[in-house]
């Protein structure tokens, strides 16, 4: 698994907003770059407004004042770098080649940053990618986080049936098979912390006795 980004090049309202909802209930991202004047204003119908209003946690809102500078491309080209079994990496102050930096006003910055949109402006002296939002508000690096915990998760929990299954076995609903699940878990956890993930030693899982969990769920579990 690794991140999966989209970057349209059709980058009208209409068809950005079609994007999101369509990506929303998928394990993708979507930089969906704009740019439309009225992002820059106080309007609360331009395309970015209308996703943070959506509280879309898959799309990442991305004005850029040239539409021929795929700013949203290379900015994922070169974050998405880091591989998240490895490191984690901020999506803010990415220094791209090739793309220039929007002329903002102090007001424009700030009309963005209300709209939870992302833009490409001067830190200090230096043309950096600012600030690495989805347009719910979340940071991208720990949407990120999520679906890879998610995802190492369903895999370390498959494997772990496969194995006890090819070794003519099975895990029982006791509290010993819950724990093979928690120590499964707790493994994937332990990973994230030597990425950076989670600060070390911050994980832990809880799990129930099999005795305290209701007869209508165990009947779903493993016996």
């Keep these: 698994w690794g991140p999966r980004p989209y970057v349209t090049e059709v980058k009208?309202?209409?068809?950005?907003?079609?994007?999101?909802?369509?990506?929303?209930?998928?394990?993708?991202?979507?930089?969906?770059?704009t740019t439309a004047p009225d992002t820059l204003t106080t309007s609360t119908t331009d395309v970015a407004s209308v996703l943070k209003a959506a509280a879309r946690t898959r799309t990442a809102a991305v004005y850029h004042h040239d539409d021929d500078e795929e700013f949203a491309f290379t900015w994922a080209a070169k974050t998405l770098q880091a591989n998240p079994d490895n490191t984690t990496t901020t999506w803010a102050y990415k220094r791209l080649s090739g793309i220039t930096k929007s002329p903002l006003t102090a007001t424009q910055r700030s009309n963005l940053e209300g709209k939870n949109a992302n833009f490409f402006l001067d830190f200090f002296t230096f043309p950096v990618s600012w600030e690495g939002f989805t347009a719910e508000g979340q940071?991208?690096?720990?949407?990120?986080?999520?679906?890879?915990?998610?995802?190492?998760?369903?895999?370390?929990?498959?494997?772990?049936?496969?194995?006890?299954?090819?070794?003519?076995?099975?895990?029982?609903?006791?509290?010993?098979?819950i724990q093979q699940h928690a120590g499964v878990v707790l493994g994937v956890?332990?990973?994230?912390?030597?990425?950076?993930?989670?600060?070390?030693?911050?994980?832990?899982v809880q799990a129930p006795l099999a005795?305290?969990?209701?007869?209508?769920?165990?009947?779903h579990q493993l016996s």
Aim: glycine content about 10%; overall charge negative.
């Design 211 to 219: 005795a305290d969990v209701p007869t209508a769920t165990s009947q």
């Design 12 to 33: 009208t309202p209409g068809f950005i907003l079609a994007v999101a909802g369509w990506i929303e209930s998928r394990d993708r991202l979507y930089l969906a770059q």
């Design 139 to 177: 940071y991208l690096d720990v949407r990120i986080t999520l679906d890879w915990v998610k995802a190492r998760t369903q895999e370390a929990l498959a494997q772990l049936y496969i194995d006890v299954s090819n070794q003519n076995s099975k895990i029982p609903y006791t509290d010993e098979g």
């Design 189 to 204: 956890l332990r990973r994230g912390e030597g990425a950076g993930h989670f600060v070390g030693g911050s994980t832990s």
